[in-house]
């Protein structure tokens, strides 16, 4: 049976009550006259299948409303004649013939000057402060490298852990490691899309069905708006609520995405920025996803950072060899957002599935670690917070290290280097108190201000110690994730001047410290992973060729994962020795296997991704 790729119905007129003409293309291709008028109204002069361009187009004619008052919109799923296509089409989403939404192209739109004609929230799910079913919180839990420090000597740079982690327990869902949508924090997402001329085939085609992914998966307090660009940007369509109304008008939009143009980035970040700038309404969570497969090609270039004036994060997909992984990377991490490097295309579903199923389940925000030293001659030396900013007081007793949004289930590990004084003999008691650590920030779903009970750590100073004093693995372990993300650091550099020995050099140097430490003796998981992503750094930097196309975007994506401690997608998403799964919450992974199965089987990884370390 001959089948529309439009809609993926079947090419049978007078099919039931409804006669669906049929409109055969000089290609030889097939499809419903309504679907392809439709399809090229907006611009669209080649074979959604072939990518021939027509010389007969199919005439403007109005587009039928179904008797029924449904219709099936899925994004489009076709594939180029050497890719045999599958089923795994999204979901039917139930039309809304009497909504007046309006939806544009990428090509031909008219748009206002402020975009502040975002969807009204005068709806929106109240989360009250005494529901005693959501429970939600910050955990903190310390360790030191050492359980003692004997009394009659002083010790520099001693380090303290800080571990916090989040949790949000709706006690009506139990069983459920997804948050209800009206349970957690709505969203608000604009997602800036690349749909220049590298685009064409199947890359444009596997965006469609990442961002049909991601449209079917908001709920319907979450709102959307997607920016394309090329030579130029233009919003296809407002912040809209992801109702079934809502949904089945991006899905529409999405589906009629085309490639064609130059890479203008500048331009989709500033619109996309704008879009965020201008709404009226805004929803407790809010976040930009960026994705380029190419090098910004527009003359008289411009600063992006410069005109990214928002607090906004920004998560940056590069995608194939070509992008751009300096600019998105520095985009990220001005914005403390994330950059992952989509080695594999048949990965950017699975990439946009992880980092929703974090921005779907944001517990805290503007979360704010508080650091006070116990002792008077005890000072704080430095903290090691990756790319979160952090403080000390001009007296050294005080230190602040500013966290921003933290996930359900998600992790941050702070490192607190603290001097030690040694204690008189009179002074009495085995214990000494080092630090206070305590935390606030604010909560998404009631917007109050929250605080943590204070958490006192402690060692002990005997006047001796009878035996050797065993190392910390949970502290070692946490040293070493410095140790390698530095050393990746180091590394680009000299890379990126063409010292690829040196490179090389500084990789074995740190892949040899942590082979000496106690955590790798121990048999930690995360160490034995950060050396296999070493490894896998070293091999990518055997040629100037190798590191160009994809060492530098490989080792930026690691960098990215290790100073945000969040998870990102590296070349291959699946790679079980890859540490950047450390970071990655039970809900990402659920996320991840809903994308999973909505693939056709030529899409799928063939390996099995772990759960987490």
């Known amino acids: ?77 076709t594939w180029p004649s050497h890719i045999k296509a599958t089923s795994g089409t999204l979901p039917c989403i139930p039309s809304q013939t009497n909504s007046n939404r309006s939806i544009t192209s990428n090509s031909q739109s008219s748009e206002p000057f402020h975009f502040n004609d975002d969807d009204p929230l005068d709806f929106q799910f109240k989360f009250p402060s005494n529901d005693k079913s959501i429970i939600r919180s910050i955990d903190i839990k310390t360790s030191t490298e050492l359980s003692a420090v004997r009394r009659s000597i002083s010790q520099k740079n001693f380090h303290v852990l800080i571990n916090l982690k989040a949790h949000v327990t709706d006690m009506n869902q139990v069983n459920s490691d997804i948050p209800s949508p009206t349970r957690r924090a709505p969203v608000d997402l604009v997602t800036v899309l690349d749909v220049s001329g590298s685009m064409t085939g199947t890359k444009i085609l596997l965006l469609k069905r990442a961002m049909g992914f991601v449209i079917e998966n908001l709920g319907p307090f979450d709102r959307l708006s997607v920016i394309t660009f090329s030579s130029n940007a233009r919003r296809l369509f407002p912040l809209l609520l992801m109702d079934d109304s809502g949904k089945q008008h991006a899905l529409q939009a999405v589906n009629c995405l085309f490639a064609g143009g130059e890479t203008n980035i500048s331009e989709g970040l500033k619109k996309g920025a704008q879009v965020m700038e201008d709404r009226r309404h805004k929803n407790p969570v809010c976040s930009i996803m960026l994705l380029s497969d190419g090098q910004e090609t527009v003359k008289n270039r411009i600063h992006l950072q410069e005109k990214l004036r928002l607090k906004i994060p920004v998560h940056t997909f590069g995608f194939g060899e070509d992008h751009d992984p300096i600019t998105l990377h520095s985009i990220a991490e001005g914005s403390k957002g994330t950059f992952s490097f989509i080695e594999n295309e048949g990965l950017i579903q699975d990439a946009f599935a992880q980092c929703i199923g974090g921005l779907l389940g944001v517990v805290a925000q503007d979360l704010q670690v508080h650091i006070q030293s116990l002792q008077l001659d005890l000072c704080l030396s430095q903290l090691k917070a990756g790319s979160y900013s952090s403080n000390i007081s001009c007296d050294n007793q005080i230190g602040f290290v500013d966290i921003g949004e933290l996930y359900a289930d998600e992790e941050r590990d702070v490192l607190v280097l603290v001097n030690i004084p040694s204690v008189e003999d009179k002074d009495s008691g085995n214990q000494m108190k080092l630090v206070s650590v305590r935390c606030t920030y604010r909560d998404p779903f009631t917007k109050e201000s929250m605080a943590t009970d204070a958490i006192e750590v402690k060692i002990y100073r005997p006047r001796s110690l009878i035996e050797d004093l ?14 390698a993300a530095e050393a990746m650091r180091f590394a680009r550099a000299a890379a990126d001047k063409g010292d690829l020995p040196n490179a090389r050099a500084i990789i074995d140097r740190c892949r040899m410290w942590i082979s000496e430490s106690a955590s790798m003796r121990a048999g930690d998981k995360l160490c034995v992973a950060l050396d296999a992503e070493l490894q896998e750094v070293w091999s990518r930097m055997g040629s100037k060729k190798i590191y160009e196309s994809t060492g530098r975007g490989y080792i930026l994506s690691g960098m990215s994962a290790h100073s945000m401690q969040k998870a990102t997608a590296r070349g291959d998403s699946t790679e079980t020795s890859s540490p950047v799964h450390a970071y990655q919450t039970p809900p990402m992974f659920e996320m991840l296997k809903l994308s999973r199965m909505s693939l056709p089987n030529f899409l799928r990884p063939k390996k099995t991704q772990p759960k987490y370390i």
């Open 470 to 483: 065993v190392v910390s693995v949970e502290v070692d372990r946490q040293k070493n994730r410095f140790r």
């Open 1 to 77: 049976m001959r089948i529309c790729t439009l809609c993926d119905g079947a090419l049978k007129a007078g099919s039931g009550s409804v006669t669906r003409a049929i409109f055969s293309a000089e290609c030889s291709h097939s499809f419903h006259f309504t679907c392809i008028t439709s399809y090229v109204k907006h611009g669209n002069h080649v074979c959604p299948i072939c990518d021939v361009e027509w010389k007969d187009i199919p005439s403007h004619a109005p587009i039928a409303k179904p008797t029924n008052g449904t219709t099936r919109v899925v994004p489009i799923l």
